[in-house]
């Protein structure tokens, strides 16, 4: 028995070495406080590398006019490379009265909301096709877990609201639901059987998603 219990632990630690699934669950660990880009000298990195201000006047010049979808400013990997290896991003969001940040997903992290001002509802589906739904109102927080398809929407016709959604990845990735269904070269017929709609509609879906 303890030979068999001695094989079977060999077997785990191989298969777990073997497995990177096990390892990669999220940003890759530094051995450095911080990483610096090659293109700079680390040696001259100041204050102002560890600084992103382009939030300051993003809801000042936003322009919601005739907007139905919500404005996204996002502080990532890609708009702020001290975030590299430190496992965290931000992504401020404001919503046109009656306005919704449509179904999406982030397949590479978990998101936490916090509502800043007016009122939210929010949701999302799990695997089992069950639908999460809650109203939020300023300094509310919500959790969206990893990799499922979740959305926003101002419930207010008269205001605005903001919120921040803050992830637990530097690149967490966004996969808009109906950007990647109608708007990545999908087959009309394979959406139409899909759907079980005529092509018509499918078309439509695809034009307004170009």
Known sequence: MEKLSSLIACALILAIAKNP??????DPDILTEFLVPPSLNASNITRQYFTFTNFRYFEAKAN?????????AKATLKEFPALEGQSVSVAKIIY??????????HPRSAELLIVLEGILEVGFV???????????QAHDLFIFPKGLVHFQVNTKPDCKAVALGVFGSASAGTVSIPASVFGSGIDVDILTKAFHTDDQIISELVEANK
């Open 96 to 105: 046109p009265p009656s306005g919704i940040n449509p179904p999406h997903t």
């Open 64 to 72: 919601l006019t005739g907007r139905t979808t919500a404005l996204i």
């Open 126 to 136: 799990d695997t089992e096709n069950q639908l999460f739904l809650q109203t939020l």
């Open 21 to 26: 699934i096990f390892a990669n669950t999220g």
